[in-house]
């Protein structure tokens, strides 16, 4: 069961729990991980919003907020012109049904739901941020032929691919899932040469796209596939956002790349964390074949290089894979040109609060938006019951 606290023992924790992690990044103990493992267990996972401080105050091109007024706002569309290529989003999703094991139901808004409902009501949301921001775009579901999705939205497409989904398979089944879905789009361009180009952005589901994304494609005109990094030295990379140029040649690229992760994945990374596998691969893959100094990942401004034959863009996490922390790492508050926020690990419920929060707002425009986001901000450090 949940127990509350009051609101001023979880200021003192928050400001303590910054106190410890801001004292060891800056001795760069080796051993932090352990002990922002064992900080974490302090965490307590709540069912409700819980709002604390926003980061970021005073910081320029930052998100300044009121409570959850927002006192600036976030761009939401940018002045690079539109080629007219399209995007297609990709997230590989599946159900885990056995309900008379998951009986348990939780409520957000004044909606209840069961576990099964949950994981439909965090992809639901994912589409309704993707709709919002790019009405332009479509969706593809990759997902197990066994799970019978129950979804009917518009321009949203559920393709099975065969493969092993099960919980502790999922992030190596769904880089085959990728490279499955890469390989019948080639055979598409075989087939018929002369189809309009249509790129291509692979997601994890627990994100909100919340300005126009699509502009990567025009901004950075010479890569392949994008990825996204962070100033992390242990995992630089997110696996949580791949972008792939449509053209032939740059799905044949990203299709070899994605095929390398998976063998790296594959022969060295069986026994790493489930969650983790492919971000350590994808490094290690990145790793093998450039130079990275420690300082390559420190800066948030995007860069591209030649990997095994693609060019390789890397886009900063600040803008296009927002996360609240985990307990620890850099929080420095929310860029105005921020496109994707990643609700990682427990936030999920924070990713379901704030599209009700927007959808009853007056206007679903950046005001809107960027009030919905110092909803996140000030909501980024709780841990949540999913
Ligand atoms: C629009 O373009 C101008 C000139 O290229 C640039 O300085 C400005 O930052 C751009 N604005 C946005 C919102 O991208
Ligand atoms: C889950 O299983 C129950 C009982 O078998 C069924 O009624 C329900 O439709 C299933 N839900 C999904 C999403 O497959
Ligand atoms: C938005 O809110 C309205 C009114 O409460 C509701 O009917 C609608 O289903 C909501 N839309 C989404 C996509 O959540």
């Not at 992690?21 to 001795?27: D, E, I, N, W, Y």
């Not at 939401?76 to 094991?101: A, K, P």
């Not at 594959?266 to 450039?290: C, F, P």
């Not at 401004?301 to 985990?326: Q, R």
Request: proline share 3%; hydrophobic share 40%; glycine share 6%.
């Amino acid at each position: 069961m949940i127990v509350c606290y009051g609101w001023r023992p979880f200021l003192l924790f928050v400001t303590l729990v910054f106190f410890l992690t801001h004292f060891l990044s800056v001795m760069e103990l080796q051993q932090d991980s352990h002990v922002k493992d064992s900080n974490q267990k302090k965490y307590k996972k709540f069912d409700h919003l819980v709002l604390g401080p926003t980061a970021g105050e005073g910081l320029p091109n930052r998100l300044q907020c009121k409570g959850t007024k927002a006192l600036n706002k976030i761009q939401i569309s940018s002045n690079i012109s539109n080629r007219g290529d399209s995007v297609t989003f990709v997230t590989v999703f599946t159900v885990y049904n056995n309900s008379n094991v998951d009986s348990k139901s939780t409520i957000v808004g004044k909606v209840s739901y069961s576990k099964v409902d949950r994981s439909m009501a965090v992809l639901n949301t994912f589409i309704n941020f993707i709709q919002l921001a790019m009405p332009e775009s479509n969706m593809v579901i990759l997902t197990d032929p066994a799970s019978r999705i129950p979804l009917k939205r518009n321009k949203v497409t559920v393709y099975s691919v065969e493969g092993e989904y099960s919980r502790d398979k999922l992030m190596l089944q769904r880089i085959r899932s990728y490279i499955a879905f890469l390989e019948k789009k080639l055979e598409d361009h075989t087939r018929n040469p002369n189809q309009k180009i249509n790129n291509y952005i692979f997601t994890d589901a627990d994100m909100a796209v919340v300005a126009d994304v699509a502009e990567i494609f025009n901004k950075y005109e010479n890569f392949h596939l994008a990825v996204t990094f962070r100033n992390n030295k242990q995992q630089p990379l997110n696996s949580g956002f791949i972008a792939v140029r449509g053209t032939p040649d740059g799905i044949q690229r990203a299709k070899v790349f994605l095929e390398e992760v998976l063998n790296v994945y594959v022969t060295k990374y069986m026994k790493a964390s489930r969650m983790l596998g492919d971000q350590l691969a994808l490094y290690s893959v990145i790793k093998s074949h450039t130079f990275f100094n420690e300082k390559t990942f420190g800066k948030a401004e995007a860069f591209l290089e030649e990997i095994n034959g693609a060019s390789v863009l890397f886009l900063p996490c600040l803008i296009y894979n927002w996360t609240p922390p985990e307990g620890a790492g850099q929080f420095h508050g929310i860029p105005l040109n921020v496109k994707v926020v990643h609700f990682k690990g427990s936030r999920k419920r924070l990713m379901l609060e704030s599209w009700n929060f927007l959808n009853s707002s007056s206007s679903s425009s950046s005001h809107g938006l960027s009030d919905m986001l110092c909803l996140v901000l000030s909501s980024g450090r709780t841990k949540y019951d999913f």
